[in-house]
């Protein structure tokens, strides 16, 4: 089994043909652990999901088809920009104790 590493990914797409944000939010957080969306149109995500499947996933929202967009990974090593601080320390939090899946803890075991 190959086991996809978590990424830093950016998103972006147009908007020539209008698409409802509310249904792109939602596809970014079904393939994201954790994300953040720096303008209208551009987000950063954390997630160990295939950038193709992400891909796929925005072909998915009506009118997406219609406009272009662009999933990449980012290498965190070699970035510079100008962002607000919370973005950056967004970006530079440490995810190293992120479980890699979100489950409730496991329940005591009774002594008896």
Known sequence: MIVQMSQFVHIGFNQLHRVD?????????????????????CYIVWTDVPLAQIAGRLLTIPGMNDNSFFVAGL?????????????WEWMWRDRSTQPFCFLPPVPPISPY
């Open 21 to 41: 944000l509310a249904a792109v939010q939602q596809a970014i957080e079904l393939e994201s652990k954790d994300w953040m969306r720096y303008s209208e149109n």
């Open 75 to 87: 290498n965190m090593e070699d970035t510079f920009g100008w962002l607000p601080a919370w973005a």
